[in-house]
């Protein structure tokens, strides 16, 4: 019987959580409340998602070879799916987004919001046509500090 597993890694923007269930990745998402459950057991998946999230961190890359258990409504995974197409070092507006998938920006927006697998579903790619936008639902703080960052990892990398 598979257990959900999560594994916290720290990276030059703060603490990762790594949430795994059998084979797949079920989540990546920043520690905010930097609480911990710490897991009784430990996932290979884990371990792989963790050197490729490293690697990430050393040079960014668009190269990820996981499996994710994406869990969303059919228009979500459509988005997360656009986004991965996104090259690093590049990024798209909502509008451009939402014109590319013939729907509205904030229904991108909304499906960014959702997205449960921070970097690897590069959401941080989608920026507002006059600005950063959002970042994990929120439009200022430590969420935009760490967009930024990984905005700018990606154009020096």
């Known amino acids: 019987m598979s257990v959900t597993v999560q594994t916290y890694i720290d990276t030059p923007i703060g603490e990762l959580i790594i949430a795994t269930h059998g084979q797949q990745v079920q989540g990546i998402y920043f520690n905010m409340s930097e609480s911990r459950t710490p897991s009784l057991e430990s996932s290979v998946i884990a371990v792989h998602a963790t ?71 590069p959401c941080h790619r989608v920026i507002s046509s006059s600005g950063l936008g959002g970042y994990y639902g929120k439009t200022a703080g430590n969420e935009l500090i760490i967009k930024q960052w990984l905005l700018d990892h990606e154009q020096d990398g």
């Open 51 to 121: 050197q490729q999230l490293n690697t990430y961190f050393q040079q960014a890359h668009n190269n990820w070879s996981l499996s994710l258990r994406l869990k969303g409504t059919e228009f979500q995974c459509k988005v997360w799916r656009y986004l991965q197409t996104i090259p690093v070092g590049e990024t798209r507006t909502y509008s451009d987004v939402a014109s590319a998938l013939t729907t509205s920006a904030r229904a991108v927006g909304n499906a960014c919001r959702a997205n449960l697998f921070a970097i690897v579903v």
